[in-house]
């Protein structure tokens, strides 16, 4: 039972990490959109490279891409957050807990979507985010990449009854 708890644990810290970057992202708006709108612009990439091209100079659109960031990290949450009580409502039965895994699996495949898909790939790899010094994101996309990729192998590991 202590495996099970570990994982409910660590799905619930998911949820509040993704609570707290949706809400520092919601009240203070400006900072992290500031790199999001570098990014997108392409401003702060090495001068003259090839893929300038790929810029997006359109503020509304970058005002959405942030939006849809907040959004996601919001569902994220939601579905973490329920996914740990899911979770912990069956918390005694191995069978159980296996089968109320699908909302916390949903919400740490969406993270993992967002920071490695989102930041990895289209910040990093088409917006050349790595190129920039002042707006690059991606060690810390890394590592939330990590944590919720080892969490999420861990959940999906089958549980089994304690013949204790």
């Known amino acids: ?4 708890l570990s994982k409910v644990v660590l799905v619930w810290s998911i949820a ?3 609570s707290l970057a949706a809400l520092n992202n919601l009240t203070d708006y400006d900072s992290n959109f500031m790199i999001i709108r570098h990014v997108l612009k392409m401003d702060t990439t090495f001068p003259d490279n090839k893929g300038l091209w790929r810029a997006i100079e359109s503020p509304s659109v970058h ?3 942030y939006g849809l960031i907040i959004f996601t990290e919001s569902v994220i949450a939601g579905l973490c957050w329920l996914g740990g009580f899911r979770l912990y409502q069956n918390i005694k039965h ?6 109320a895994k699908s909302w916390a699996i949903m919400g740490l495949t969406l993270g993992f979507f967002l920071w490695f898909t989102g930041f990895m790939i289209i910040g ?3 917006f050349l985010m790595w190129q920039s010094e002042v707006a690059n994101g991606q060690q ?3 590592r939330f ?3 919720i990729g080892v969490t999420l192998i861990y959940l999906t590991q089958t549980d089994e009854e304690s013949h204790s």
């Open 1 to 4: 039972m202590y495996t099970r």
């Open 124 to 126: 990093g790899e088409w």
């Open 94 to 99: 191995a069978s159980s807990f296996n089968q």
């Open 63 to 65: 005002h959405m891409v």
């Open 140 to 142: 810390a996309a890394f």
């Open 16 to 18: 509040l990490f993704a």
């Open 145 to 147: 990449i990590m944590i």
